[in-house]
């Protein structure tokens, strides 16, 4: 073909790779293993710029490896469960499947309309029952563990969505998905024990260097580890006791006032009868705040006299005892020994109930005083008012105070982490179901291994009233007991979706295995995945997550493998005009339009030329026409020296021209920077762009009818086709076939790079000063005008000629001589 025409060629293409099923790939064991997978998507109506960005870039390394020989998993599927299709469904009056199974159908045309290599025969949706039935199996096997149970709490409750949120989909206080206030609602709840966890998933943090460091200090941060004492501080007057938890012992006797959650069992009690009024309202109103936004560091810190004192069992000194907004049940034993001093919620607290201060650390040179003190010092510093231990470093204090205590039988070293179990009950129908049932004689009945899976009913109204769907199916709720036969119910949640994505990337290696969750010999053959690819959106929820099950799925006997994934790369965002392209901004591309126009190879070359991965890609219209124009100049350059390079042999280095062997050093240079731009790495822009450059070099190499230029000239244009292939399979394809290839740029394999063709060659340049010799220099073969002059400029002998002279003009004869006209 002449002209290059994007959709006959993709066409062709992508009927070629779905027909002979070129990406499909079997548990080779004489080839070695990569496991390359990009975040699936939620199934949402269309794809994305962010998805084409994704999908591009897993795909150029899906193709570099195949290419170098190996065999490549590489399989794509949907996070199908979720609220979306409820919603839809309530507006839409149509079933949650219709929609979900519509916007797949129309998604994977999108992602097929890329050209991106999947194998399609592993592809998954985690709302087919063939994928959730495996999940209820390893929920019961959690259960049987203690690693699935039950307890009620408070738990993050949207209003608007009617359902639970963990912690980690509560962002700034709001839901994730609908941004409404998030309240707190007591409900029962199951849990999975990811606490049991959390020393392990903490200690693998270090174990992960393919992965970025932001993310493993986000997930470092959201386990949480610390190291302190329980301390227990008698009640006054009373025989019980309240147990705190605290980082900082040293600064015990500084301890002035007690804080407790209010939601805390004891608060209640401690309630002298004339503050009960005053207190409940407190209590009312602090469960309505979010936790997130309770632990906030700019919240204004609130709290309620209980009427009862504690003893500073150190100092005896009779502190009240209060009940604070900021003090949460579910950490450390929900109860504060406050020093406002040295903690600055305590002092903020402090200042607004005026409760009295003790300085029990003083810094450097200098003496705190509690009535101007305008903040609380919370540095290292020297033992103050602290008995036996004044004097001391606060730090060494620290230790000596533990083992104190520890000896005084007042307290004990503990660890604590920020981490809690993971909520998993959802109030909604699109889930799936939680397979327990609920017998007034026998309790909870995980339901028997003969009845499962439990199908999600189809049957059911979408009212868009609150409360689970599910449950008012009587068909689904009312079951007989299977140990009594009694009647009894059925649970009604359904299991957060982020249950499903936390193994999908296990069920990939056998999706079609009917033996159990995981075929194991499959999974170990593939396992881990050698390289993630997905949003930073997801460094905790998602990615931890997955750690967790692969972990206990390691410990049910199913893999042998620690950690889900050895790299990871997070891809920045698509941003247009400055902004995160959003519906709400109206600056949305949508990919379709941009497939359509100008074909998909464009649309990849675009999204990985103008950004590396890492960074925000900042969209432009001139940018897509640029890559566009690329691939049309590479297309006519296969077209124009088709004729010249059809019958060429391989090249005789020995027998080049000065010329060709130039090219011919840039032909193995950039096969040698494109090769290291890509292994193990993602510089794709600058991989592209070095191969424009060798296009470049071909236009201008000449003449490119000589036949003793042909083999060159061949091994040039067959690289630049090689090269590019990933970044733009079908036009690399074509271009492959039109050279006369019979067979794929697969078989032919990554180019390599003959070391030897890329040594730079030197060459002598004499240097005249006004037409007579006055010195030499050595420069590399392919030295540039300017950089010649620089080395004459540089010689010492020739600057001695030019001392004092006015330099009127340089003359350069290439790879000869450069005379210097000076007056
Ligand atoms: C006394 C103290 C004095 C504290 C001081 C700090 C500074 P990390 O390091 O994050 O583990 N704390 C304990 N339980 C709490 C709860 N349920 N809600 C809110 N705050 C709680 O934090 C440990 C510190 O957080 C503990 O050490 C405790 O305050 C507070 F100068 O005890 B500290
Ligand atoms: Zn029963």
Request: hydrophobic share 40%; with cysteine; proline share 5%.
């Amino acid at each position: 073909e002449e002209k290059y025409v994007p959709k006959n060629v993709e066409e062709k293409w992508q009927k070629h790779w779905e027909t002979s099923k070129s990406f499909k790939v079997t548990e080779d064991r004489g080839k070695q293993k990569y496991y390359l997978l990009e975040m699936f998507p939620y199934p949402s109506g269309r794809i994305h710029m962010g998805h084409v960005r994704n999908y591009s870039i897993g795909d150029v390394v899906a193709r570099f490896k195949r290419m170098k020989g190996f065999n490549v998993l590489h399989p794509m599927g949907w996070d199908a469960f979720g609220m979306p299709a409820e919603n839809a469904a309530i507006q839409n009056r149509s079933h949650p499947a219709t929609w979900t199974h519509e916007n797949i159908a129309y998604m994977r045309g999108q992602l097929k309309k890329m050209g991106l290599s999947y194998d399609w025969d592993r592809e998954l949706a985690t709302c087919d029952v063939e994928y959730y039935a495996w999940e209820q199996r390893i929920f019961l096997q959690m259960f049987e563990r203690g690693l699935a149970y039950k307890k009620t709490s408070y738990v993050n409750w949207c209003p608007k969505c009617e359902t639970v949120l963990a912690n980690e989909q509560v962002e700034d206080g709001g839901c994730w998905r609908c941004d409404s206030s998030v309240v707190q609602k007591e409900l029962e709840q199951w849990f999975f024990r990811i606490t049991d966890y959390a020393e392990e998933l903490l200690d693998y943090t270090n174990k992960l260097p393919g992965w970025p460091e932001r993310v493993l200090v986000m997930q470092r941060n959201w386990i949480g580890k610390s190291y302190g004492c329980e301390i227990d501080f008698p009640l006054d007057g009373n025989t019980g006791k309240i147990r705190v938890y605290t980082t900082r012992q040293d600064t015990l006797y500084g301890a002035t006032f007690m804080s407790l959650a209010p939601e805390h069992p004891m608060a209640l009690e401690l309630t002298t009868p004339e503050r009960r009024a005053e207190v409940a309202a407190f209590v009312d109103k602090v469960k309505k705040t979010d936790k997130i936004r309770r632990t906030a560091e700019d919240l204004e810190k609130e709290g309620v006299f209980t009427g009862s004192y504690c003893i500073n069992p150190v100092t005896n000194a009779k502190m009240p005892i209060y009940l604070a907004n900021f003090v949460l049940l579910e950490y450390g034993t929900g109860a504060v020994m406050a020093v406002p001093t040295h903690d600055q919620r305590d002092f903020e607290f402090a200042k607004k109930y005026d409760l009295p201060l003790q300085v029990v650390i003083q810094p450097e040179g200098e003496a705190l005083d509690p009535s101007t003190m305008t903040s609380a010092y919370i540095e290292v510093g020297t033992m103050v008012n602290s008995g036996p231990f004044d004097g001391m470093r606060s730090d060494e204090a620290k230790e000596k105070i533990a083992e104190y205590l520890d000896r005084e039988g007042v307290g004990t070293k503990t660890v604590n982490f920020r981490l809690r179990d993971w909520g998993i009950s959802r109030q909604r129908y699109w889930g799936n179901p939680i397979p327990v049932i609920y017998c007034d004689s026998c309790g909870v009945v995980p339901v028997p291994e003969k009845d499962l899976p439990v199908v999600l009913p189809m049957d059911v109204a979408f009212t868009g009233e609150g409360g689970s769907p599910l449950a008012k199916i009587d068909s689904f709720a009312n079951v007989e007991c299977p140990l009594c036969g009694k009647p009894a119910r059925r649970e009604t949640d359904t299991m957060d979706t982020f249950v499903q994505s936390s193994w999908y990337f296990l069920r990939y290696c056998c999706p079609e295995f009917t033996g159990g969750p995981i075929d194991t010999p499959r999974a170990e053959y593939w396992m881990s995945v050698d390289q993630y690819i997905g949003g930073i959106e997801h460094a905790v929820l998602h990615l931890l997550y997955a750690r967790f099950f692969t972990k206990v799925l390691r410990d049910l006997g199913y893999v042998n493998v620690d950690e889900p994934f050895t790299n990871l790369l997070t891809q920045g965002m698509v941003i247009k005009d400055g902004a995160k392209m959003s519906k709400s901004k109206g600056n949305v591309v949508d990919p379709n339009a941009l497939i359509d126009r100008y074909g998909a190879d464009t649309a990849r070359l675009f999204s990985l030329f103008a950004a590396p991965p890492e960074k925000d890609l900042d969209w432009s219209d001139q940018g897509v026409d640029g890559s566009y124009r690329f691939i049309n100049r590479v297309w006519k350059l296969v077209v124009e020296t088709l004729p010249f390079i059809e019958h060429a042999g391989p090249v005789d280095a020995a027998t080049l021209a000065d010329n060709a062997r130039n090219l011919r050093r840039m032909v193995h240079k950039t096969i040698r920077k494109v090769t290291d731009d890509l292994d193990e790495r993602f510089h794709f822009n600058t991989a592209i762009a070095a191969v424009m450059e060798l296009v470049n070099a071909i236009y201008a190499f000449e003449p490119k009818n000589a036949p003793e230029n042909a083999a060159v000239l061949r091994e040039g244009v067959e690289s630049v086709v090689l090269l590019l292939s990933p970044f733009v399979p079908h036009v690399a394809e074509e271009l492959w076939e039109a050279i006369g290839h019979q067979e794929g740029v697969e078989a032919a394999g990554w180019p390599v790079w003959d070391e030897a063709a890329t040594v730079d060659e030197e060459l002598l340049i004499v240097i005249q000063v006004n037409g007579k010799l006055r010195g030499k220099v050595t420069v590399p073969a392919d030295a540039t005008e300017e950089l010649v002059k620089q080395a004459a400029f540089a010689d010492e002998r020739v600057q001695s000629w030019l001392e004092g002279k006015q330099i009127r003009k340089a003359i350069y004869v290439p790879g000869k001589l450069l005379n210097i006209v000076v007056g």
